[in-house]
């Protein structure tokens, strides 16, 4: 981070409350997250399953189907407030400005398409600079694919086109992913957990891919995930959270020398550590609370070893200044 | 398909079809009743008189001998004297055949044409009162029997509005020409549009009334396998590069969704023959159902076992035409 004034947020998200009706009644699954994604950053999003971090960014994308629900908040993307916008004008912006790539390439890509089907359509539905004509513009759509598929990595290219996506390996499916998804250049990808599904050794080398186009293309980028050894390695800042809310969010460096949430701590200590293997790993005691009946207070109290008596009301998100904030009674700002 | 394969799947017909010759033929000559008996029981036949009749039907020669010359001759398209028309078999059948065909046909695309846009539309408009009313349609479908829901369109439609013809398959002022035997594509060959219109106006209560079970039952299908698909990460994908509304169904999902409704279309398809008895009878439709239908009363034999067993090879062809169909769909399966 530097010292240097901000430039306006490109995205923007303003105590967004997403919620689905079920059964056992209405499940909060983000409730009050707010966070700003800079142009040309690349911030880290951590959290357990089921803490809204893929749905907080399924909203963006303007994903969200019944029974889920935006109840409130807003998303401001480029200028503009996205929740209740119209579905063509969404349909315009996602995969040409906000692109997104999902957890599993093996189950994202259709398995009944070639691959030059599913990237070419992108170009078609989006690019406004394809030639006129029939003939030409699908013609200018392939090369426009060939090349996509030459920047992230896919060997002779040209000749993978009418591929199906199963004859391609897992990295590779992965790589594809990611160029149809890149294919508009979009100003801001979201990468949902882009190397849970993926061996070891392939998950480096996808992250660096993301991380070369990111600096190539200058766009921002978002990488959920609920390894913070990735996040350590690729972002400028994380949020993390925790049952529907942001619970800390800082400058990597700073939150992982010096986390000011017990949560924060509590994953960083149930984190090996390769230089340090003696260090015991500690898992965090008990469970994510049941989000459709939730305590009024912080609601990582159950499972805190520092429990206090304050924590029972509603805890706030405190500023801690240098870019940090903390939602618990005892983060204070560093002198 | 390569060439090699296509062949190989043709090898593995033969089998079949040997299974379904040796059962056809058992059957055939395990029923109770001698054939000749039969045919000679109003004329006081002397023993000597029936014994010469099963001499010259080769009654009395072993069952394998028996067997080898039915497949001999069958081979050769040689299934024996039409008992009741003194005919050939195979020139009886060959006369009867493009009425059923073009009748199967047309209950085809009929069930088809209404199956597969309302399981889309039932789907995507889960529990919404379309699909209610298909679902609860679809119930009717299945379960009014052939015979009764004929009737029941022919006296509106026909006897009633006068709107359509109440038997047969054509006018004997509109007949075409025969060049192929089936009366629509005569029609056309010759240029007779009145033809062509008299055909289809007896053809439409009959396909309606056959296909109407098989819609019924390929729109459930279709339903059921597109809700599958419309849960796959694939479509989320599909939704996040901003495609349109209609590419992602008709291309994405479909294109998947239609794997099941082609295998059971191609399973209806072989019962189709079975239903035409019924439906030929009620319609008075010159067809090989309803042919089969007399032969059994006659007890004409040889032209019964050589329907049942065209029925038998058609249905293993259907289902072999079925697979090659799956190929196209799914690549996977492509080698």
């Given amino acids: 981070m530097t010292d240097h004034p901000m430039p306006e947020p490109l995205l923007s998200i303003t105590d967004l409350r997403v919620a689905f009706a079920t059964r056992g009644g209405l499940v909060r699954a983000v409730d009050g997250v707010s966070l700003e994604v800079r142009a040309g950053e690349c911030l880290g999003i951590v959290g357990e399953s089921g803490s809204g971090k893929s749905v907080t960014f399924a909203s963006v994308m303007g994903l969200i189907r019944p029974p889920g629900r935006i109840e409130g908040g807003s998303i401001r993307f480029g200028g503009r407030d996205l929740v209740g916008l119209d579905p063509a004008a969404y349909r315009r912006l996602r995969g040409r400005e906000i692109a997104m790539t999902l957890q599993d390439a093996s189950t994202s890509l259709n398995p009944a398409l070639t691959v030059g089907t599913q990237i070419t359509e992108v170009l078609l539905a989006h690019a406004e600079d394809l030639p006129a004509g029939h003939g030409p513009r699908r013609r200018a759509a392939r090369q426009r694919a060939i090349d996509m598929m030459r920047l992230v990595g896919i060997p002779a290219a040209e000749g993978r086109l009418d591929d199906y996506p199963h004859q391609f390996s897992g990295g590779m499916r992965q790589r594809m992913m990611i160029a149809i998804a890149l294919s508009c250049r979009p100003r801001l990808l979201i990468a949902d957990e882009p190397t849970t599904a993926l061996d070891v050794t392939i998950q480096a080398q996808v992250l660096e891919l993301i991380a070369g186009i990111r600096a190539t293309l200058g766009m921002s980028v978002v990488l959920i995930t609920h390894d913070l050894g990735v996040v350590a390695e690729y972002c400028d800042r994380v949020a993390v959270l925790y049952a529907g809310q942001i619970v800390e969010s800082g400058p990597t460096a700073q939150v992982i020398a010096a986390p000011r949430h017990p949560y924060t701590a509590g994953l960083l200590r149930s984190v090996p550590v390769l230089s340090d293997l003696d260090r015991p790993i500690q898992p965090i005691p008990g469970q994510v609370p049941d989000l459709v009946d939730l305590p009024e207070g912080c609601r990582f109290l159950p499972r805190c070893a520092l429990a206090h008596a304050a924590c029972h009301a509603a805890v706030p998100m405190r500023g801690l200044g240098a870019g940090r904030a903390a939602r618990c009674v005892l983060a204070e700002a560093a002198p | ?335």
């Fill in chain 2, 1 to 335: 398909m390569r060439p090699a394969l296509l062949l190989q799947r043709l090898l593995h017909l033969v089998p079949v079809l040997l299974g379904v010759t040796v059962i056809v033929f058992l059957m055939m000559s395990l029923t109770p009743g001698d054939p000749a008996e039969i045919m000679l029981a109003n004329q006081n036949a002397t023993p000597e008189q029936v014994a010469s009749l099963r001499h010259d039907m080769g009654l009395d020669r072993s069952l394998p001998v028996r067997f080898a010359s039915f497949v001999g001759n069958a081979l050769r398209g040689d299934f024996g004297q039409s008992l009741f028309h003194r005919r050939p078999v195979a020139d009886v059948i060959a006369e009867r055949l493009p009425a059923t065909i073009e009748l199967s046909a047309a209950a085809l695309i009929f069930a088809l044409l209404v199956a597969i846009p309302l399981g889309v539309v039932a789907a995507v408009h889960r529990g919404g009162i379309l699909d209610r009313l298909a679902t609860v349609g679809s119930l009717f479908g299945v379960s009014l029997p052939g015979f009764w829901f004929g009737i029941l369109l022919l006296l509106a439609f026909a006897v009633n509005l006068r709107l359509l013809p109440v038997s047969g398959a054509i006018d004997f002022a509109h007949q075409p020409p025969t060049v192929t035997g089936f009366l629509t594509i005569d029609s056309l060959l010759s240029g007779r549009l009145d033809s062509l219109g008299n055909a289809l106006a007896h053809l439409l209560l009959p396909a309606v009334t056959l296909g109407l079970p098989m819609a019924a039952i390929l729109m459930r299908v279709t339903r059921a396998s597109m809700l599958e698909v419309l849960r796959q990460d694939y479509i989320t994908f599909a939704e996040a590069k901003g495609l349109s509304r209609a590419r992602i169904l008709a291309l994405h999902a479909l294109k998947n969704a239609l794997l099941p409704t082609v295998t059971v279309a191609a399973i209806e398809t072989g019962s189709l023959l079975g239903g035409n008895m019924v439906v030929e009878t009620v319609f008075g439709w010159p067809g090989l159902g309803r042919l089969v239908v007399e032969s059994i009363f006659v007890r004409n034999y040889p032209l019964v076992q050589a329907a049942v067993l065209l029925y038998a090879v058609t249905y293993v062809l259907v289902n072999f035409v079925a697979d090659l169909l799956y190929t196209v769909l799914n690549p996977k399966v492509r080698m």
